[in-house]
């Protein structure tokens, strides 16, 4: 995709717009790469994360929506405890390249996302001590972007939430890329793949050093030891399944913010009639009933439960409709223990769906209902005792009638969020 239209071509030590001097890959996604840049000037912080758009119209309008949403969230009440829980916007400008003109947005630099965490996590999960940390964080980002901003980000998910690194390590990123620029050797392939936060060392136990001795030893001669640790970590790159680095990104203190508000959009003026990733995506917008801010708490809920269990709560099999929707729905239905009639006779898809309160052509024989309480303890053998409040806490959030499910201010009050061990 990096054609007219496209991606912008990008290299590693390129300076864009004079200011900004590209260190490395942090990710991509369908309308965007976005880089780990060195701000040059003395103006604002010294790292950046550069958003560089695809050039092509479609993309440029979308990227000015975000902008404006950013902007909202950046001015409006810097002072409200979820201001910080908001990945902010630093400067935006235009970039011109082979491929067109590409808008580029500079944000406030962050570390993985949570989905980085349920990788390391081996899909097990991470403790309820981190999981309840990082849940509040997300209430109190959204409590900001529902009640004072007003804008539903309508794609809350693990991937999106990114955790806060300290610039010291952000640091010694910088450092490994310079080295490599100094010794004038090729970059490692992972350096321009976005694989920024994947640690290629766990498998690979012995220290440096040991390692170096062993290889020194093989060859009968020495090596220097700073063109030994570059050939070490391309032979890492090569050799070791991708891993992330040290638990300590789930440490006591962590710290989060939601990201990419690309999808975002204000309580009165609705971009799009399908929002949302599949599983994290709200019953109403199923059943397309209309949407506001409680489809945000509905994703929160799937991901509370994603995090601490290292599965997703509903993964629906196929994405094409209608049996993907119809699937999601029996999932709802054995997950909650039914779905209230009324909520089946409103949207605009209920018809296709429902019959009686009913789901059409399923039989209730072929329904297997497992409330979350039981699916933690018989499944994730959680104990009863701690099972019972954190199903009560996610049932909450996963209500089926928009209008009762709890907001973000209320979960922030709820028992289990309050709770200490
Ligand atoms: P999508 O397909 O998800 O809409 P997109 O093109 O809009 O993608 P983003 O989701 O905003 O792009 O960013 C892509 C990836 O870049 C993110 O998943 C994340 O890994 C990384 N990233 C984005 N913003 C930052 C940031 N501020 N700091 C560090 N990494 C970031
Ligand atoms: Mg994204
Ligand atoms: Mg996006």
Redesign the pocket.
């Known amino acids: 995709e990096y054609d007219a239209g496209g991606y912008m071509p990008v290299n590693i030590g390129d300076v864009l717009k004079g200011q900004y001097k590209v260190c490395r890959k942090?990710?991509?996604?369908?309308?965007?790469t976005?880089w780990l840049c060195k701000n040059l000037f003395e103006d604002g912080p010294m790292y950046v994360?550069l958003?560089i758009c695809k050039s092509a119209h479609m993309f440029a309008a979308v990227a000015q929506d975000e902008i404006k949403l950013l902007q909202e969230t950046k001015t409006t009440d810097p002072n409200h405890p979820g201001y910080k829980h908001i990945?902010q916007m630093v400067d935006t400008f235009r970039l011109l390249s082979v491929n067109g003109i590409h808008t580029a947005i500079s944000?406030?630099?962050?570390?993985p996302?949570l989905l980085h965490i349920l990788i390391q996590s081996d899909f097990r999960g991470i403790h309820i001590d981190g999981v309840k940390k990082i849940i509040q964080q997300v209430l109190k980002g959204l409590t900001y972007l529902h009640d004072v901003c007003k804008i539903i980000h309508t794609d809350i998910k693990p991937?999106?939430i990114?955790i806060k690194v300290d610039q010291n390590y952000i640091r010694s990123i910088i450092g490994k890329t310079e080295r490599f620029t100094e010794l004038g050797l090729e970059m490692p392939r992972s350096y321009v793949t976005a694989d920024c936060w994947v640690d290629r060392d766990r498998e690979l136990k012995d220290s440096d050093e040991d390692i170096l001795a062993k290889f020194e030893e093989q060859r009968g001669q020495s090596y220097p030891y700073d063109k030994f640790l570059i050939e070490l970590t391309s032979f890492r790159e090569r050799h070791s399944e991708p891993r992330l680095t040290s638990p300590m990104w789930v440490s006591p203190n962590i710290e989060i913010k939601i990201?990419?508000l690309?999808?975002a959009c204000w309580e009165d003026h609705h971009f799009s009639n399908e929002i949302q990733t599949r599983q994290y995506r709200a019953l109403e917008v199923i059943l397309g009933a209309g949407y506001s801010f409680p489809a945000d708490i509905w994703s929160t809920g799937c991901m509370a439960f994603e995090l601490a269990t290292g599965e997703m709560l509903f993964s629906p099999k196929g994405d094409k409709d209608p049996s993907a929707n119809l699937d999601h729905l029996c999932l709802i239905w054995e997950t909650l223990g039914g779905i209230p009639q009324y909520i089946t006779e409103t949207g605009a898809n209920v018809r296709q769906y429902f019959h009686n309160g009913r789901l059409k052509n399923i039989p209730e024989s072929s329904l297997r209902v497992w409330k979350i309480e039981d699916v933690l303890v018989d499944k994730y053998k959680w104990k009863r005792v701690d099972a019972i409040p954190f199903a009560g806490f996610l049932e909450s959030l996963v209500e089926p009638d928009p209008a009762l499910r709890f907001t973000a201010a209320m979960a922030l009050q709820s028992e289990w969020l309050m709770s200490k061990d």
């Open positions: 942090l990710g991509w996604g369908h309308f965007s976005v994360a958003k990945v944000m406030e630099i962050m570390g996302s991937e999106n990114l990201a990419d690309g999808n």
